[in-house]
């Protein structure tokens, strides 16, 4: 988006306790572009000290607890954002909030990769089906594609390329993380299909390799360093990229 375009008001962030989501928050906090509302996520909100530290800090940032693989959990988060929302709707929804179970092919079992694809795969559906009617709303006042209508980013990784399955990315053996991210990758298509009638932007995000629980000391990228890139990147998505595979610094990735 351009200077003097709409601003994106609302974001709406999933697992904002740690890591990556976290970052977000904190970078969104000192955005040129800041939205007037941030809502964060947190399995455990009363647990999620660094993100409650930020809300009592920052205006505008607001702490609601979504269990992501709790369908009654989503509900009433549903229910609590569309009452702080309203008639304005949502304008971004980030769904971030994933595991990592790193399974060979020898140790992977049933449990892991359900587990895994549940949180995922099946969890970013479901929260994007539940947030539809506000994204719906928030579509109906805009024009374009971009987070300043409406969009869903997913959180995915270069780890679920299949078509890098066999090359850079292939030293990598986790069956149940890259299995869930290129399933995550294909549910965002099929999103996109759906959804582009309507002008909500979907499109795929990898963060990079980044240090953190999930990703591992030996990450390539601070979160600062990810998310410093990233939300550029959110910001400016358009038409072009409904339906795409983008890294943190906006290049196009294959599937």
């Known amino acids: 988006m351009e200077s003097g375009s709409p601003k994106c008001q609302t974001v709406l962030i999933t697992g904002a306790s740690r890591g990556l989501g976290l970052q ?8 040129s572009w800041r ?10 909100p009363a ?12 205006q505008g940032v607001y702490i609601i ?4 693989v709790n369908q009654s959990s989503i509900e009433q988060a549903t229910r609590e954002v569309e009452a ?4 304005e709707g949502l304008n971004c929804l980030i769904n971030n909030a994933a595991i990592h179970l790193n399974q060979t092919l020898e140790e992977a079992t049933v449990e892991a990769m359900m587990k895994t694809y549940e949180t995922n795969t099946v969890s970013p559906l479901m929260i994007t089906k539940a947030f539809l009617p506000l994204l719906r709303k928030a579509a109906k006042q805009g024009t374009g594609m971009g987070i300043h209508r409406a969009a869903v980013i997913n959180i995915s990784s270069i780890l ?3 078509h890098l399955n066999l090359g850079p990315v292939s030293d990598n053996k986790s069956y149940p993380y890259r299995a869930s991210k290129a399933a995550l990758n294909l549910v965002n298509r099929i999103l996109a299909a759906d959804l582009m009638a309507e002008g909500i932007l979907c499109t795929v995000l990898h963060p990079g390799w980044v240090r953190t629980d999930m990703g591992g000391p030996e990450g390539e990228l601070s979160t600062e360093e990810s998310i410093s890139a990233l939300l550029p990147v959110i910001y400016n998505l358009s038409e072009k990229d409904h339906g795409g595979f983008l890294d943190y610094k906006g290049n196009t990735l294959p599937w």
Do not use: W
């Not at 647990?47 to 920052?58: C, I, S, T, W």
């Open 35 to 44: 939205p007037e509302k941030v809502i964060a996520t947190a399995r455990d």
């Open 84 to 87: 702080l929302l309203g008639d």
């Open 47 to 58: 647990g999620a000290q660094e993100l409650r530290d930020l809300a009592d800090k920052h």
């Open 65 to 68: 607890p979504l269990d992501v």
């Open 160 to 162: 679920g390329s299949i």
């Open 24 to 31: 977000m928050v904190k970078d969104l906090m000192r955005a």
